[in-house]
Nanobody, 123 residues
Framework: VQLQASGGGSVQAGDSLRLSCAAPLRTFGSYAMGWFRQAPGKEREFVAS????????LYEDSVKGRFTVSRDNAKQMVNLQMNSLKPEDTATYYC?????????????????WGQGTQVTVSS
């Protein structure tokens, strides 16, 4: 089973991007999903997570107010709307599944990961 992330690209500071993650899982609607990112030479870091019903969300402090995570359980998709992008948002972004019903920050609890999509923000 693969999680397929898409929507990355190269943009200017202040622009927006919308990342999508296709998660064709029979149990997609039963578990929380998350987004993480990894910049070159840095550790993977948490970005956002959304609970199974799409109501509860959790964000890393630096993206609060700029990024919005959402999900469509019928389409088995999770999205990350990224506005007011900054050069420090440059990274490879990954979607992942965690077998919990509420949002989770800890990467070690996630058991399924996508292949990543590159986001590059220039100043």
């Amino acid at each position: 089973v693969q999680l397929q992330a898409s929507g990355g690209g190269s943009v200017q500071a202040g622009d927006s991007l919308r990342l999508s993650c296709a998660a064709p899982l029979r149990t997609f609607g039963s578990y929380a999903m998350g987004w993480f990112r990894q910049a070159p030479g840095k550790e993977r870091e948490f970005v956002a997570s959304i609970g199974k019903n799409g109501v509860s969300t959790l964000y890393e402090d630096s993206v609060k107010g700029r990024f919005t995570v959402s999900r469509d359980n019928a389409k088995q998709m999770v999205n990350l709307q990224m506005n007011s992008l900054k050069p420090e948002d440059t990274a490879t972004y990954y979607c992942a599944r965690v077998k919990r019903i509420t949002p989770v920050r800890q990467a070690g609890l996630y058991d399924l990961w996508g292949q990543g999509t590159q986001v590059t923000v220039s100043s």
